[in-house]
Nanobody, 115 residues
Framework: QVQLVESGGGLVQAGESLRLACTAS????????MGWYRQAPGHPREVLAT???????VYTKPVEGRATISRDHAKNAVFLQMNNLKPEDTGIYYC?????????WGQGTQVTVSA
């Protein structure tokens, strides 16, 4: 089993930046992909970015050009730097990880962007 704990959420104003962090524990040796999802109020959970152990990165349209995902393998951590935040970025941000599929999820961290 893998446990994931997110941090870094909070209340920010539009145009500001935020850096989310997620630390994995447990059977971390099985992880070869990590990522971030978001669930906005009234919307389904959506993928934002993923990163593999080999460094392959995928961003989706909601954050492309405004986000940077990165890993710290030594600390079993993944980060999401979000810039130029917009009110529509408000939601719960979830860290996810797994081996080839994203099977493990954190509890989420709330990000609120005020206009």
């Amino acid at each position: 089993q893998v446990q994931l704990v997110e941090s870094g959420g909070g209340l920010v104003q539009a145009g500001e930046s935020l850096r989310l962090a997620c630390t994995a524990s447990g059977s971390t040796d099985i992880i070869n992909v990590m990522g971030w999802y978001r669930q906005a109020p009234g919307h389904p959970r959506e993928v934002l970015a993923t990163i593999t152990n080999s460094g392959n990165i995928v961003y989706t349209k909601p954050v492309e050009g405004r986000a940077t995902i990165s890993r710290d393998h030594a600390k079993n951590a993944v980060f999401l730097q979000m810039n130029n935040l917009k009110p529509e970025d408000t939601g719960i941000y979830y860290c996810t990880a797994g081996r080839n599929t994203l099977d493990y999820w954190g509890q989420g961290t709330q990000v609120t962007v005020s206009a």
